[in-house]
């Protein structure tokens, strides 16, 4: 396993990009409402990515060994949806969650995150799905800085998540990430403390747990591409990209519009 460290021009290049990925998201928040398609969102999203970030969106015609071209230059994953949904005609309903995914390439280097959002009045249980979900993103995210290991982070979102009765999918994972989309470590999101890699200074990879209120088996669409729940429960995950540094990390997507993290986090 190669993994690429970053340092100095690297940083502040992913600084920059994570920034800008974030930002997208700031930019569509106010409208992910009843009404709108996903088809809308990815045109804002698009127009944004090209026209005023002067970047160039990722996932457009993105095609990974045993993948059709994805068509879209965002993922937006509805309800049972846990991830890589693509972009379509359906309008957003009361009630519908929904994550949307961006990926951003600026000056060569990739900025990655998604956030959660619930359209008009969720119920309580989606509410608390979505809202678990980020705290256990940054129970693993907390677990980060070197001598640590990929394990502990898994272990963290692992055992938060099942505590509170949810399930973590395990056919998808993080990845590092930098002038690559996807590459070296695979971040898993279940483990054990104290296995496999050792965080060292300047690896740079996402956190992005996927979580279903119901159980953990997935099954495949029918566009190549969409990963739903089995069962048909709702599914939820949120995304950040960070670089181990000398103490801790840091987390490259955070912009204006970013939520909080969580009073765990910040005491």
């Known amino acids: ?54 970047a160039i969106p990722a996932p457009l015609n993105y095609t990974p060994a045993g993948y059709i071209p994805y068509p879209k230059s965002i993922c937006t994953s509805v309800n049972d949806q846990i991830c890589h949904g693509i972009p379509n005609d359906r309008a957003l309903k009361n009630g519908d969650i ?10 060569g280097w990739h900025g990655d995150t998604s956030r959660m959002f619930v359209v008009g009045e969720g119920s309580i249980a989606a509410k608390r799905l979505c809202a678990f979900t980020y705290e256990a993103m940054w129970k693993g995210i907390a677990k980060v800085k070197p ?48 296995t496999l890699v050792q965080l060292v200074e300047g690896m740079v990879f996402t956190i992005e747990p996927m979580i279903n209120a119901g159980r953990r088996e997935i099954k495949e669409g029918n566009d190549g ?31 204006a519009g970013s939520p909080p993290p969580p009073a765990f986090i910040t005491a």
Not at 35 to 52: E, P, R, S
Not at 226 to 236: E, W
Request: aromatic fraction near 8%.
């Open 1 to 54: 396993m190669t993994i690429t460290i970053k340092s100095g021009a690297d940083i502040t290049a992913l600084r920059i990009a994570g920034r800008l990925a974030s930002e997208v998201l700031d930019m569509l928040t106010p409208h992910v409402k009843p009404g709108i398609t996903t088809d809308q969102l990815d045109k804002l999203a698009h127009d944004y990515i090209v026209n005023v970030q002067q």
């Open 225 to 255: 591409w969409t990963i739903k729940t089995k069962d048909r429960s709702l599914s939820a995950q949120w995304e950040h990209t960070l670089i181990v540094t000398e103490t801790g990390y840091e987390v490259f997507t955070l912009s």
């Open 147 to 194: 001598g640590a290991y990929l394990g502990d982070i898994g272990h963290a979102i692992q055992t938060y998540a099942e505590n509170a009765g949810f399930s973590i999918v395990r056919e998808f994972c993080g990845h590092g990430i930098g002038q690559v989309f996807h590459e070296e470590p695979q971040v898993l999101h279940y483990g054990r403390p104290g």
């Open 98 to 107: 929904v994550n949307i995914d961006v990926t951003v390439i600026k000056d």
